[in-house]
């Protein structure tokens, strides 16, 4: 525990020097990165994700799902890594035309069909698994939500790329991700690549923040 505060000050202490950043960018087994759907199933069933779909845990997702309303009204929503969709709990208040949840893990998903099968029955909402890192629907979509799980997908450009293939002109990318060193160097990476439109920082009531913001990758026509 003393360990991890340490690292949370040091984090914290080096946001604004990209350098020094990068030399205490996470490596060995704890380190975030790209998993098979059995390791996350099993994150899953251990409750690891449950705390989530709290409200009092989720202002920076009523702050993406607002941002994505108020640039794209009655959107077509996909979800990557969305969990048992505690971002369209926010998200359905708003109205969108449509939303799609997908994530690797298969209890994930019946998790979040069991959450909301009303919304299901009624043709409003779809959950579904699959790999966020080879997605390749036939539908297009005015907005894709990345909640807290960009640094899973593999190289950040690559997926925001794959994003960009998936949007309708006037497409947008909402992306949520923990305020620490290792997201903010996947934020720096990818800024030059992307048009930003909106960027906020939401501040969780127990210590630290979100990063929220909405971007339009390259070849996404302005709509
Ligand atoms: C930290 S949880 C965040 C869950 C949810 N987005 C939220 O904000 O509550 C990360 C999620 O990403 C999912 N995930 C990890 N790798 C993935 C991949 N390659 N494709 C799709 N989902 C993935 C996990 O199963 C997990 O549900």
Do not use: N
Not at 9 to 19: F, K, M, Q, S, W
Not at 61 to 81: D, F, K, Q, S, W
Not at 163 to 185: D, E, F, K, M
Not at 210 to 223: E, I, K, N
Request: hydrophobic share 45%.
């Amino acid at each position: 525990m003393a360990y991890l505060r340490l690292r949370r000050l040091i984090e914290l202490a080096v946001l604004d020097r990209p350098g020094l950043a990068h030399v205490f960018r996470p490596r060995g087994p704890g380190a975030p990165r790209a998993a098979p759907a059995e390791q996350w199933d099993a994150h899953h069933a251990a409750g690891l994700y449950d705390g989530l779909v709290d409200p009092e845990r989720r202002h920076h997702h009523h702050m993406l799902a607002g941002m994505i309303a108020e640039r794209r009204p009655g959107a077509r929503v996909l979800e990557i890594g969305c969990g048992q969709g505690a971002f369209y709990d926010s998200m359905r208040r708003l109205g969108p035309a449509s939303y799609l949840g997908t994530d690797i893990a298969p209890r994930a998903i019946a998790g979040a069909q069991a959450r909301f099968a009303q919304d299901v029955a009624l043709g409003r909402a779809a959950f579904q698994v699959a790999d966020g890192a080879d997605l390749a629907p036939e539908a297009r979509f005015d907005a894709i939500v990345i909640a807290d799980c960009l640094e899973y997908l593999g190289p950040v450009r690559e997926t925001l790329s794959r994003c960009g293939r998936l949007l309708a002109p006037g497409g947008v990318v909402g992306v949520t991700q923990w305020l620490a060193s290792h997201p903010l160097a996947l934020w720096r990476e990818l800024k030059p690549a992307v048009t930003i439109l909106d960027e906020a920082v939401v501040l969780a009531p127990w210590g630290g923040a979100w990063q929220v913001w909405t971007c339009r990758p390259a070849g996404v026509a302005d709509g």
